[in-house]
């Protein structure tokens, strides 16, 4: 049979005794026709390449192989499951199961993949969101905690701070700032912060034309209290209820800004405990009593440094206006304490606790009663 | 940046009086123009405000840093004095008890007794 094409080629070498016609016999090819056996091979081997697209390629043996439907998304060769291009779906991932391939469905949005606990097979995980910019969320006395918290509308806007915060600490926020923006109301919930932020600072803003447009009144609770390594700023608004800033753990931090309002608390003004730290940074306001205005302890730190502090009524201070004890420290120099009426005594220093206000004198802090200093407390 | 509270080389503003300030390094009132003063201000410095002399001799008398300026030294004397006088007294009264039981013919009695009469009255 003449070998007109690569597919008639024989794998004996004796059997391929043409090439095209061209005769190859041993003893029988002429010479001069070697060159037309060389081009002829050439030839048919390029249609064989050229043809290749249409190859058919065939799975074994009619008997002893088949092909079948499998489960769902896959297809069954000799009992493995093959997953089956008709299933697959854009963003899904093949991986090696423990016998076969497997097909794990493409996640949501900002998921991550990770190995699971079994370390057998990927999974989709749920990521802190990076940001990319500054972001603003809206909390609104007509909101709800079902919205998004980012449009400044009843609509979108949150209705408390603590659903703010609980959305902020799952961000990554990526050296960019979280202001989360309080409407004008009386809110009667505060902002717990048990849970470090990550990567940038939060600012809880009030109104900064008119402060006390914004009230913060939790009834006997805390409005802001940070227990964990983080800090939160707070500013433009007004505090009422329990105590106004607690900050009560290592590292836990509260910076009041500008447009702060200290009104009537049934406990503290501004708490400093156990390592914690409350920095008053800008002139503001007190317009109700309390227990004591600053009150450090256990190692607490508050500063209020060369700041003019006006107070607004009649309000009374029933342990001191300035207390610290257990080595707490009160940095509350250069300060100047101005309007209304300031009852109670002005300070209390006890258990090697510090005030520190650089040669205020007596009278540095307001009140009606002198100060004391007990058991090892230093006022300086 | 400004200085670490120093109460030795520190400045007060007395009673609202801007037109000088108290320098505990001097001892005395300096002018707003002193030019020791204007450099601490100009290294961020601010002096602390204190209602009055006597307030500020009260604060300097535990640093024993004894100014001259006569009206600030009487609150320094009279701190100094308050501390004092608690101790002063005790010994006045055990010296005037020894007195007594001289005159009356008695033995005179040890501190360490007077300390219990004391003791027995609280």
């Excluded at chain 1, 990550?198 to 008119?210: A, D, F």
């Excluded at chain 1, 730290?277 to 440094?305: D, K, P």
């Excluded at chain 2, 004095?81 to 005179?108: C, D, H, M, Y």
Aim: proline share 4%.
């Amino acid at each position: 049979m003449p070998k007109n094409d690569v597919s008639s080629w024989d794998t004996t070498p004796a059997n391929n005794t043409d090439v095209g016609g061209v005769d190859l016999a041993e003893n029988s090819m002429r010479p001069r026709d070697v060159n037309n056996a060389i081009r002829t091979m050439m030839a048919q081997i390029a249609s064989g390449i050229l043809a290749w697209p249409t190859t058919t390629i065939e799975l074994g043996h009619a008997t002893d192989t088949t092909l079948s439907r499998g489960a769902a998304g896959f297809m069954a060769v000799e009992g493995k499951r093959v997953p089956s291009p008709g299933s697959q779906a854009a963003g899904d991932i093949l991986y090696r199961g423990a016998t076969e391939w497997e097909r794990l469905a493409k996640g949501t949005a900002l998921q991550v993949l990770r190995q699971n606990s079994a370390l057998t097979a990927p999974e989709w995980a749920t990521a802190r969101e990076v940001l990319s910019a500054n972001r603003t969320y809206y909390v609104r006395t007509d909101g709800s905690d079902s919205n998004n918290g980012l449009a400044d509308t009843s609509g979108g806007a949150f209705l408390t701070l603590q659903k703010a915060i609980n959305v902020v600490v799952t961000l990554d926020l990526a050296g960019f700032t979280v202001t989360i923006q309080l409407g004008d109301g009386t809110y009667t919930g505060g902002a717990a912060v048990s849970t470090p932020f990550l990567g940038g600072p939060v600012v809880i803003n009030g109104n900064s034309g008119t402060p006390g447009n914004v009230i913060v009144d939790p009834s006997g609770a805390v409005c802001f209290g940070v227990t964990c390594a983080t800090k939160l700023t707070v500013q433009n608004l007004e505090m009422r209820g329990g105590t106004g800033f607690s900050a009560t753990s290592p590292g836990a931090q509260i910076a009041g800004g500008a447009g702060l309002r200290f009104g009537a608390a049934t406990s503290f003004h501004t708490l400093a405990g156990s390592g914690g730290y409350v920095e008053l940074t800008a002139n503001y306001t007190i317009s109700g009593a309390a227990v004591c205005h600053y009150y450090g302890v256990s190692g607490g730190l508050i500063q209020a440094a060369s700041l003019t502090v006006t107070n607004s009524g009649t309000n009374a201070f029933s342990t001191a206006f300035a207390m610290a004890e257990e080595t707490a420290v009160l940095r509350t120099f250069l300060s100047t304490y101005t309007g209304g009426t300031i009852t109670g005594k002005r300070y209390g220093v006890t258990t090697n606790a510090v005030i520190q206000t650089f040669g205020g004198g007596a009278n540095y802090f307001p009140g009606n009663s002198v100060g004391t200093t007990a058991t090892g407390g230093q006022y300086a | 940046m400004p200085d670490t509270y120093d109460p030795s080389n520190w400045y007060w503003t007395v009673n609202g009086d801007e037109t000088k300030a108290y320098s505990s390094a001097v001892g005395d009132y300096v002018p707003a123009g002193n030019t020791a003063f204007v450099a601490w201000l100009g290294r961020g410095n601010s002096p602390t405000r204190i209602a009055s002399e006597a307030e500020l001799g009260e604060v300097l008398a535990p640093y024993q840093l004894r100014p001259t300026a006569a009206s600030v030294l009487d609150g320094y004397q009279d701190a100094h004095s308050r501390k004092l006088t608690l101790e002063i007294v005790a010994k006045v009264l055990f010296n005037l008890v020894n007195e007594v039981r001289a005159l009356k013919g008695q033995s005179q009695i040890t501190a360490q007794q007077f300390r219990a009469y004391v003791k027995g009255l609280m």
